[in-house]
């Protein structure tokens, strides 16, 4: 009869190959499309656009955008530029814009975000 210590070495790599992540490799998760609430929170004409040259200025982003009228243009560093639009495209539209403009890399809309409230907690007596 064996002993314990050789039953466990001989179940252990058993027992590691059998308590995966539980998640085939090849299995992809789904992709999910935008829930209504983030369309929601969308900031109408705000944009976060990000340049290729960070040290590009205001002028490639006037010059890309200056058929929607752009109300309000600020840089937050590092190559990212937020803009406020008079006339909102969509952000697909923009995002077609963005892929023709080798000098944008990315463009995002604005979205509003809300702290949440942790629940509440009761103290330890």
């Given at each position: ?59 490639v982003i006037r010059q890309a ?61």
């Amino acid at each position: 009869m064996p002993n314990a210590r050789g039953t466990l070495i001989l179940l252990l790599p058993l027992l590691i190959v059998g308590c995966g992540n539980g998640k085939s490799p090849d299995v992809q998760p789904a992709l999910r499309t935008a829930s209504p609430a983030a369309t929601e929170n969308r900031v109408p004409g705000e944009y976060l656009i990000r340049l290729r040259d960070v040290s590009a200025g205001g002028d490639v982003i006037r010059q890309a955008f200056r058929d929607f009228g752009i109300v309000q243009m600020a840089s937050l560093g590092k190559g990212l530029w937020q803009v406020r639009l008079e006339r909102d495209p969509g952000p697909e539209v923009l995002e077609r814009l963005a892929a023709g403009n080798a000098a944008i890399v990315h463009i995002q809309p604005n979205y509003r975000y809300r702290q949440q409230t942790p629940p509440a907690r009761s103290m330890p007596r």
